[in-house]
């Protein structure tokens, strides 16, 4: 392996310094240059930021580790809590999960006599305590699996949950410290279920179809986007009994909070502190202040016509996009100039990539349609 070679970006120090022509010119000629070429130019723009303090644009780092190379696509992958496992579906409904402490490899089956048993996952979430793990499947089912101690299975069988939906189920998110799992298809609401029982708790109904759901660090808000580009927060009532907010949110008059409109919105997240709803629309990355009756904030610096699919950082400093050929772009988001700046060029896979920060945001998790699973040393 390569070693690599290590320049530590000062993000930002001067945020009052202007942008300089240098760092968007290399950003521009970068998929045409060989590696030699390229790294002088590295070095050369070290240099003339260092009086400006503005980030340089750092060397591709090699994937900390190669997890999977499978005959089919990665389509969805997600890290647990802790940052102890990862867990990947792929387009032939196969499900791995890996430990990071002594890289195990576990295959999860699925019941052989369901006649859906090979069909494409789509979304995967481990929940907040590490108890289970889901995966959303296109066969409209979400299958889950209950984890004992050091993320061992604890049945050879999942469990299938059957919703109102008759569509795919292409976005899940769990509730903070509960059991409560909210999954999206397509369908004009969100499904809510209890996991550990389990059991379909009800729906929250939407206008239009639902692109993607994510539920907000603390549990307390639930937000969604639907094809018509329309953010909607639904508040959960902290102070009220679990169970009543919950009913509360699947009511005909939820407290909801409608942010935009436009084009469709996918990839919707939130930022750590949950000031921030994040999503992709019109292949921009666009950020919405949840306080605020302003419009959405529009980062630039992206090559928008490439652009595939984002994740974004736990801090919600740094996103990650990939475009079409596989290259992954990592960027430091820079409020102040609302442009994106790129700090990593992760190369190596071949198709896009679906991606996800581990939550202490030090590794990148990527899987392919050339059906690698990588893991990126970002931090």
Known sequence: METERSLEPDILADSKCPWFPSSLVVENVLPFLDR?????????????????????????PWPEKVLLKHSSRVTCVAFSSSSRAVACGCDDGSVFLWKRRNGERMRLERDNSNAFASVAALSIVFSSDEKYL??????????????????????????????????????????????????????TFVNLWNVSTP?????????????????????ESLASSTWDGTVRVFAIDNGADRAEAIAALMSKNPTVKVL?????????????????????????????????????TCFSGHRINRIHSIALSPTGHRVAYSEGDGTIRVST???????????????????????????????????????????????
């Not at 988001?333 to 202490?360: E, N, W």
């Open 260 to 296: 935009g409109k436009g084009l469709p919105l996918t990839n919707v997240q939130w930022s750590k502190d949950g000031a921030f709803v994040y999503g992709l629309k019109g292949f921009r990355l666009r950020r919405w202040q949840i306080d605020s009756v302003s419009d959405s």
């Open 36 to 60: 030699a070429t390229y790294e002088n130019i590295i070095c050369l723009n070290k240099e003339i930021h260092q009086s400006v303090k503005e980030s340089p644009i750092l060397l591709p």
């Open 333 to 379: 988001l820079a409020s102040a100039y609302y442009k994106a700046v790129i700090t990593r060029i992760l190369s190596g896979h071949s198709q896009d990539c679906t991606m996800a920060f581990s939550p202490d945001g030090r590794c990148l998790a990527s899987g392919s349609g050339d059906g690698t699973l990588k893991l990126w040393n970002v931090a």
């Open 134 to 187: 889901a995966m959303g499947s296109v066969d409209t089912s979400i299958y889950l699996w209950k984890l004992g101690e050091d993320f061992c299975v604890e049945s050879e069988t999942p469990q299938v949950l059957f919703g109102d939906g008759q569509r795919p189920v292409q976005s899940l998110s769990f509730f903070a410290k509960s059991n409560i799992l909210a999954s999206a298809g397509h369908d």
């Open 199 to 219: 059991s379909h708790l009800g729906t929250v109904n939407h206008p239009e179809k639902v692109e993607s759901i994510a539920v907000s660090p603390d549990g």
